[in-house]
C-alpha cells in the first residue's frame, strides 16, 4: 500500500525505486534458484517484461513501440498471472515477495508514467507517453506485441527447451513448462490429457510442448485486449484494475497465514492430546510435566511471566 501511496504522490521516482529492487531480487533469486537447480524459471516470459520496462525507462524512453509492447504485456499476461499462479503478499517469504513484485510492479511502474506523472515530465523522460495519445491503436498494439512475445518465445524454445533439452528430460533442471505439465490436479495438465497427448504420470512429450505454446499464446492475446480497449484509454478502469490484482494477491497471503496458523494450532493440539495419553501409566496419573515438552515450555513461560509480575510489583512498590 505505501508502494501505491508513493507513486501518486511521487511518480516521478518509482521507476528508480522500481529499478534499483528489480536489479536486487531478480539478481538475488537467480542465485538461489541457480543453488536449488530452478534458474531456468528466470527465462520466462515475467522477466523478459521486467527487462524490455527496464530498457523502456533507461535506454529507450522515445520508443512508442517498446511503451506499448510493456504496457500491453504487463497489465495482460503479467497481471493475470499472479491470479493464474496464486501469487500472494506473504511479508516474511522472500520468495513469495520477490514473486509479486515481478508481476505487480512492472505494471504499476507504467501505470503510474502513463496517468501520473506531470505532462512536462512525460515530455522531457518519457516522450513516447506524449506521441502515443490516448489510446492504443489496436491493429498495431496486437502487432508488435506479438512479435515481441514471439522473439522471447523463439529464444526459449532455442537455449532451455531444445538446448537444456537433456538436462530437463533427467530431471537435472526445473522449468515453468515441465512443473505445470507435471501437475496433475493443474488445469493445463487436465486439459492437455482430454485432448488425448496423455497425462502427467506419460512424460513429457513434443506434442504436449507444442499445445502448451499455443495455449499459452492464446492467454496472452486475450489478456492483452482489455489493455488495448479499455485500460490504456482510462485511468479509473485501469486503476481498478490493478487494485483489484492487488486485492487478490492480499486475500491468497490472508489464505496462506490462515492456513498455516491453523495447521499449527491443530498439530499443538495434537500434541497436547499425545501427552495426556502418555502421562497416564496403569491408570495412575503422573503430574510431572517433563514428560510433555509443551506443557513443560507453557509452564516456563508461565513461570517467567509469574517471575516479571513480582518484579513490577517490587519496582511498584
Not at 40 to 48: A, E, G, R, T
Not at 107 to 112: G, K, N, V
Not at 293 to 305: C, F, G, H
Request: hydrophobic share 45%.
Amino acid at each position: 500500500m505505501a508502494t501505491f501511496g508513493a507513486a501518486g504522490r511521487w511518480p516521478h521516482i518509482l521507476p528508480l525505486a522500481y529499478t534499483i529492487q528489480a536489479l536486487f531480487l531478480i539478481t538475488l533469486r537467480f542465485f538461489i534458484y541457480k543453488r536449488k537447480s530452478w534458474h531456468y524459471f528466470v527465462y520466462d516470459l515475467c522477466y523478459f517484461v521486467n527487462v524490455l520496462t527496464l530498457l523502456y525507462i533507461w535506454v529507450f524512453p522515445s520508443s512508442k513501440i517498446l511503451f506499448t509492447v510493456c504496457y500491453t504485456l504487463s497489465h495482460g499476461p503479467l497481471s493475470f498471472a499472479i491470479v493464474l499462479w496464486r501469487n500472494s503478499l506473504v511479508f516474511h517469504s522472500l520468495d513469495k515477495v520477490t514473486s509479486l513484485f515481478i508481476h505487480m510492479y512492472p505494471p504499476l511502474t507504467l501505470f503510474t508514467l502513463r496517468w501520473l506523472l506531470p505532462l512536462d515530465l512525460q515530455r522531457k523522460d518519457y516522450p513516447a507517453i506524449v506521441h502515443i495519445g490516448s489510446s492504443l491503436h489496436m491493429k498495431t498494439a496486437v502487432f508488435y506485441t506479438v512479435v515481441f512475445y514471439l522473439i522471447w518465445q523463439v529464444l526459449y524454445y532455442a537455449f532451455i527447451i531444445y538446448g537444456r533439452r537433456e538436462k530437463v528430460d533427467r530431471g537435472l533442471r526445473a522449468t515453468s513448462y515441465t512443473w505445470l505439465l507435471a501437475d496433475k490436479d493443474g488445469f493445463v495438465a487436465r486439459l492437455i490429457q482430454k485432448f488425448g497427448f496423455g497425462g502427467p504420470n506419460d512424460g513429457i512429450n513434443r506434442y504436449k510442448i507444442v499445445f502448451y505454446f499455443f495455449l499459452q499464446f492464446g492467454y496472452m492475446l486475450l489478456s492483452i485486449l482489455p489493455v488495448c480497449l479499455w485500460y490504456y484509454r482510462n485511468m479509473y478502469v485501469n486503476g481498478i484494475f490493478l487494485c483489484s490484482i492487488f486485492a487478490v494477491s492480499v486475500y491468497n497471503g490472508a489464505s496462506f497465514y490462515i492456513d498455516v496458523f491453523s495447521r499449527r494450532y491443530i498439530k499443538s493440539l495434537e500434541l497436547l492430546h499425545d501427552c495426556d495419553e502418555t502421562e497416564t501409566t496403569d491408570g495412575i496419573p503422573r503430574h510431572s510435566i517433563s514428560s510433555c515438552p509443551l506443557r513443560k515450555s507453557s509452564q516456563v513461560n508461565m513461570n517467567s511471566s509469574d517471575n516479571a509480575n513480582e518484579l513490577n510489583n517490587k519496582k511498584s512498590s
